[in-house]
């Protein structure tokens, strides 16, 4: 099994409605990420945390939002999709600790907004 | 603000050595990363330098010069299976510590 699990994979939506991304990890990290890949382009942060109580905002966290469950969740929702969300997400973990320089990413859900 | 540029696609032949350079503009610079990502998966790390010099790791090392805000990427003996898209990634103070991605430089591999 994966250490970071995403569900769905893949998701077709439709304009207008709202829609929601999970994560979990079993490595026991601290830190939690939302990241969006647009097709031959580099990641973009959209949402971050440190632990349940600490969230913070990336480049890009308009029109999103993210909830922090539990220190092994961290869920991304779009309140009101738009076409232009269509993009691949990642989500990803890092310990700050050993290892603090590595982030290790989930296999990634495939959005498609209509 | 911050900006990073690497070529966006390199071609060489399997068993050769090719470089993959990431030019960066910051301030407060921290550290240069390294990821792989295969068509369709997800970014695994390579390395990171944090210090002006050579990170060896197997095939692949990984080089930083702070003064000149350059880094690269070497892999050497390349093999099929390193056809991949490879990206640099900043991490400074102006992003909160937090990366910021280049747009990746897809390697292909030719026989």
């Known amino acids: 099994d994966a250490d970071v699990t995403q569900t769905p994979r893949n998701r077709i939506t439709k304009t207008g409605k709202r829609i929601m991304l999970e994560c979990s990890q079993t490595k026991g990290h601290d830190r939690m990420y939302w990241y969006r890949q647009d097709p031959g382009l580099g990641l973009q942060l959209i949402y971050y945390s440190f632990d349940v109580k600490d969230i913070n905002k990336g480049e890009i966290s308009d029109g999103y939002s993210v909830s922090r469950q539990a220190q092994a969740k961290f869920s991304l929702s779009l309140e009101s999709a738009i076409p232009n969300q269509t993009a691949l997400y990642f989500c990803a973990t890092r310990y700050q600790g050993f290892d603090r320089n590595t982030i290790y990413f989930g296999e990634g859900s495939w959005l498609t907004v209509v | 603000g911050q900006s990073l540029e690497q070529p966006s696609e390199v071609t060489a032949v399997e068993g050769a050595i090719v470089q993959i350079n990431c030019t960066y503009q910051t301030s407060g610079f921290y550290g240069l990363s390294w990821y792989q990502q295969h068509d369709g998966g997800a970014p695994t790390f390579l390395s990171y330098?944090?210090l002006d010099g050579l990170e060896e790791t197997g095939r692949f090392s990984s080089f930083l010069s702070r003064s000149d805000s350059y880094g690269y990427l070497l892999l050497q003996e390349l093999q099929m299976k390193d056809s991949a898209s490879y990206f640099c990634?900043?991490?400074?103070?102006?992003?909160?510590?937090?990366?910021?991605w280049g747009a990746g430089t897809k390697l292909i591999i030719k026989p």
């Open positions: 330098n944090a």
């Open positions: 990634a900043v991490r400074a103070r102006e992003s909160n510590y937090q990366l910021i």
